[in-house]
T-cell receptor, first 111, second 117 residues
């Protein structure tokens, strides 16, 4: 898996958009960007993934730069329940459970 | 509810005990995984099973013994553990081999919080 770099922590006001960056400058052409989050003491939860096009689902949007060296996860209207550790993982799409989790970004949503 | 159920949710065991963690997935996936998450540390992949066959063991001590009787069930048998083995043990499942990026995400259970005393 390609190495990723994320900020250690971020704060966001409730109701505002949370933009979580991830750098993955060594990403290979067949590697996808996956995002998971882990709410305290629970199992990680899948959020979204993409290859090169921007993606959106009911939880979030994923913006991938044209050179694919970085991406941003956007939570459009953050709520207190979005407080969690967010992990950016870069890997091929097969065997998705075999992932290398780093330290992630601790997002704290404040009232 | 993720479709992956782990039992028990909490377990306290002595260093001489033998216990087992159970994981069951109701998603029809063909791959299952055990992860360990110690306090203040990233998740560490322990074992990978594809189609009931163990395909990866990441240098896990033999006091941890996995078992996968079928593609829906995964066990982690524990014996003579050490206090430093206290951690959150997470099970995950995914579908592999489709050749497509669709439905390739992993689903995790809620974990078993293990304390070795």
């Amino acid at each position: 898996d390609a190495k990723t770099t994320q900020p250690t922590s971020m704060d966001c006001a409730e109701g505002r958009a949370a933009n979580l960056p991830c750098n993955h400058s060594t990403i290979s052409g067949n590697e996808y960007v996956y995002w998971y989050r882990q709410i305290h003491s629970q199992g990680p939860q899948y959020i979204i993934h993409g290859l090169k096009n921007n993606e959106t689902n009911e939880m979030a949007s994923l913006i991938i730069t044209e050179d694919r060296k970085s991406s941003t996860l956007i939570l459009p209207h953050a709520t207190l329940r979005d407080t969690a550790v967010y992990y950016c993982i870069v890997r091929v799409c097969t065997n998705a459970g075999k992932s290398t989790f780093g330290d992630g970004t601790t997002l704290t949503v404040k009232p | 509810e993720t479709g992956v159920t782990q039992t028990p949710r909490h377990l306290v065991m002595g260093m001489t005990n033998k216990k087992s963690l159970k994981c069951e997935q109701h998603l029809g996936h063909n791959a299952m995984y055990w992860y360990k998450q110690s306090a203040k540390k990233p998740l560490e992949l322990m074992f990978v099973y594809n189609f009931k066959e163990q395909t990866e063991n990441n240098s896990v001590p033999s006091r941890f013994s996995p078992e996968c009787p079928n593609s829906s069930h995964l066990f982690l048998h524990l014996h003579t553990l050490q206090p430093e083995d206290s951690a959150l043990y997470l099970c995950a499942s995914s579908q592999v081999g489709s050749g497509s990026a669709l439905n390739t995400e992993a689903f995790f259970g809620q974990g078993t919080r293990l304390t070795v005393v």
